[in-house]
């Protein structure tokens, strides 16, 4: 490692820390960097709860392996050359040093948020492992191997041809498919693929090929996945075979840098393309602009709507419904995005249907709980699609000095702003539940639950975000054109989480006071009511947030 | 709308960013049809007043009146009044030229808008990108697509900030006819530019702020009067007469 580009980087991570610390007097941050302190506090309180034994259970392990390892390698793939910061292009590909060189500077960051991820996992499982040093040293080497198999991936899908790149990308995709529904039926139990796939009719279709049914029914396959999920943690207890692991995993972690850094291709060019390829893609993020290009430059134009509901403020509604419906692809995306969320959703309700049939015995009130369960996940989905609907501040953001102009109040405004991608997130779900009962019906209560809940974690969702977006946009326009750091995306994922504990809390506490069955209900009425209310105070402080923007530093 | 008011009413204006004094004590007045021109050098005040009067910025010190309503206690009815547009065009990337009017349409609730959009249109020649999406106008024909925006609502006063940046020299012509002919029809005009030509063919009166403070106000001959140059002195040359012989920033006895 090259001494300047040690310098450079202690001096860059000292700089950034400091203007971290300093960004803490601002109201903004320091509300989110106190939602983080208090989310992971909150872990970190209940990190002996038996929830968190499930999550380092051998299979959930080598699971999230599998995606930090699929995820490594599709990263890589698609970006087709390695991400430096744009400085770095001027200033280091210009400079006396050896690619070798600037690629070890280009893993740093990444061996630190190795560190940090590790240190996290030990503080909230230690007590939930038997080894949990080694598992900890083992993690934050299997991670540094992720980073240089995405590194590799990169610089290798670089060297390709267009043509081969999207073949490669196709056979990726089905590999790694294969192994998910493998991993799953070993590991889970669930088969995922339908059993008219393994009849003898449809495997000729295949025919040479290997086939699912082959890979899945290999001896030397099925020995082999059979001892690495069924492999007893005690069996770790022996003296050599944490040495072994340990001994492993740091082979592989040198022996991955030593591919890459061996690599005789020119990172350089493909770099610079890279780099300026996701530097504009970050500016048009920033500015609120879309992120894909549209090909055609002449659209038919939409007619004037008639409906009232589209007059006055509802004209934003109108507007971002007319950028939405140009936004196919995002739509597409989150569709998909559903579609598979749901569908793992559906897979596990007609496992349990189908055990059940089977003749497998559940408690009426263990049913109920799944049910609840399924539902909680499908109100999580809110958390992933909320990004994906950029018909909000976050597109908007560039165009406050124009809004503030117009003849409506900001309270008015800001549920405007917040309404279409909170219809997009509710009809999805809906999509979500009608798919969920078309394996089984659900209880009157729970679709009532969701009828009247997930409006309210639709909204509080996106009212937090869009502070957020808010925020940014006052900072760029007044002219500190900074994107949001990961640290300000954590701490609003943490506020994202936090928002909803007054009415968990509420709801827990009032349940817990009111005897006999009504209990659920009542305390599903309190949750309700303290969310809408929690929800009505961020849509106060959205507006009161707009109505105080002022470009403060573009004093002409 | 309070008809009797002047359009625009600033009086003891000022606003300040912690210990930076931006505007200070700034009072003047746009009455019906008149075109005022903003004039002073970078980090004068112009954008800061133009946006305090838009309701953006809110005064330190001061009340500002738009059709006689005060922006801070008002704000709606305010902004009924007048169109403000910004020196940096930013549309939205993913309507069409049309669309963008419709969206004006249906925010200030114009009756009849879409009647109007052709005349629109073809003055400021945008008849053949009507359906164009924004992300590919260019610089220029934005500007005149937010010039369209802001002359559909007909309001009785046009802030505008840097209006000519951008356009090729038909545009620039094409765009004082049509505020010469809007400000004969009772719009008023409130325009700031460093184009120093251009407002003094186009304004009927010249503010010039120098570090926050007023240093003159009034028509070109008013001004020339109280800073002693003579009568065929431009706008350029009062404009430096009065901004470095007042390197003390005591402004000139003011013309109104």
Known sequence: MNGALTYLWLALLKRRAFYLARSLRRPATLIGFAALAFLTGILFHYRRADAYSQLVRTESLIGGALLMLGGAVFKGFLQRGLVFEPPDIEFLFTSPFTQRQIIFYRFLPNYLFAVAQSLVFYLLFESHLKHPMLTTVCLMLFQIVCFHIAAGAAIFSGTLSEQAHYRCQGMLLCVYLIITLLYLRIAWDLHLVPSFVSSSLFQLLFYPAANLSDIGNAPIIGHWALHLVNTN??????????????????LGAAISLGFVLRTRSDIFETALATTSRIAEKRLKVRQGRAVTAIIENELPSRTLPRLPLFHGVGAIIWKNLVIASRSRRDIILAAGFTLIYTGLLIALRVVLHRLMAEGGQLPERDLHDFDNGIACMLVGLVFFLQRSFAFDFRRDGQHLVGFRTLPVSALALAFAEISVPTLFCLAFQAIGVFALMLSGRFEW????????????????????????????????????????????ILMVVALSFLVFYPAGWAAITVGR?????????????????????????????????????EVSDEVQ | MKDDAPVIQVEHFSKSYADFSAVRDLSFSVGTGEIVGLVGANGA?????????????????????????????EPIAAKHQFAYIPDTIHPYDLLTVTEHLHFIALAYRIKDAERKYDALLDELELADKRNEIASSLSRGMLQKLSLACAFLREPRVVILDEPLTGLDPRGIRNIKESIRRRAASGTAFLLSSHLLVLVEALCDQVLILHRGQKMAFGSLEEIRKLATLHAEASLEDVFFAVTERNADSSPLAKAS
């Not at chain 1, 943690?233 to 740091?250: G, K, M, Y």
């Not at chain 1, 069955?517 to 105070?537: R, T």
Request: hydrophobic share 50%; charged share 10%.
């Open chain 1, 445 to 488: 209560f729970l679709l009532l639950v969701m009828l009247l809940g997930f409006p309210a974690v639709a909204l509080a969702l996106n009212s937090v975000w869009n502070l957020h977006y808010l925020l940014a946009a006052t900072k760029r326009a007044g002219g500190k054109a900074e994107s949001a750091s990961s640290v300000t």
């Open chain 1, 233 to 250: 943690p005690s069996v770790l207890s022996n003296v050599w075979q944490p040495v072994a692991w340990l001994i492993v995993f740091t």
């Open chain 2, 45 to 73: 005040g112009k954008t800061t007043t133009l946006r305090a009067i838009t309701g953006i910025l809110r005064p330190t010190a001061g009340t500002i009146q738009v059709g006689g309503y005060d922006i801070g206690q």
């Open chain 1, 513 to 549: 006071r009111v005897p006999g069955p009504i209990c659920e209900s009542v305390g599903f009425g309190v949750w309700l009511v303290v969310q809408y209310a929690v929800d009505f105070c961020l849509l106060l402080l959205l507006a009161k947030l707009f109505r105080r923007f």
